[in-house]
């Protein structure tokens, strides 16, 4: 899978079209920072920066860009979400997310959903220069720093039994990362278009496979496995 081993970066000659790409990131200095790396690049050209996941899809539909690259923590809809429709609509954006956070079951689950790739906040020029090459090609990237073999080894069946985590289905993935970030049912539920009483029995199924009865455990459980969001609020 790309981002396992350094490829030569693919760049767009200038009588080329500039490749469009929608930012999707709740922090202004963060959409502003990944717009003025983008078009450093040369070959691309950002058509929007939104703050917000439901106005992410509301643009791509607008306007189709080739690209977009969301933000894992858009607080009103879930990013995976956004994937889901946007493919299910038939459209011909591709979508990456973009996060802070690194642990396998969620990178996997975005590359279920359909997205497109997985990029560190904390990746270089270089890598971000060699991810949107991989997007506009058709590829898939994930950022260097995440264990691809693990994710294939998962993605074929071979998970490691000792770990809980590993129990969990992917809506009870989603549901536990939205817990331990202290987002409330009721919002769990608009974000992943469930019903409160869904979110329900995920959350209590997720607690009976992990053990831990309570929010606070579901917390300390997360900040114990590195998995808590590191976003600055």
Do not use: W
């Amino acid at each position: 899978m790309p981002g396992s081993a350094a490829q030569p970066v693919t760049r767009l000659s200038p009588e080329v079209r500039p490749i469009e790409i929608l930012i999707a990131d709740e922090l202004t200095l963060v959409r502003e920072g990944l717009s003025a790396l983008c078009t450093s690049l040369g070959g691309y050209r950002v058509i929007a920066q939104v703050s917000s996941a439901n106005a992410a899809l509301a643009e791509i539909q607008r306007l189709q860009p080739a690209i977009a690259l969301l933000d894992m923590g858009l607080s009103d809809l879930a990013a995976t979400e956004v994937i889901r429709r946007v493919r299910d609509k038939g459209l011909r954006t591709r979508c990456a997310v973009v996060s802070a956070r690194k642990d396998r079951k969620m990178v996997l689950e975005v590359l279920r959903t359909g997205a497109c790739g997985f990029l560190l906040k904390s990746s270089t020029a270089e890598q971000m220069s060699e991810a949107l090459s991989q997007f506009c090609q058709g590829g898939i990237y994930v950022s260097p720093q995440i264990e691809v073999m693990s994710l294939f080894c998962e993605s074929n069946g071979r998970n490691n039994a000792d770990d809980p985590l590993d129990l969990l289905s992917s809506r009870e993935y989603q549901v536990f990362s939205l817990l331990v970030e202290g987002v409330r049912a009721k919002e769990i539920a608009a974000r992943l278009s469930l019903s409160p009483k869904t979110v329900d029995t995920y959350r209590s199924s997720l607690m009976r496979k992990l053990d831990i009865h309570d929010v606070a455990g579901l917390v300390k459980y997360a900040i114990q496995r590195d998995l808590a969001d590191t976003k600055i609020a």
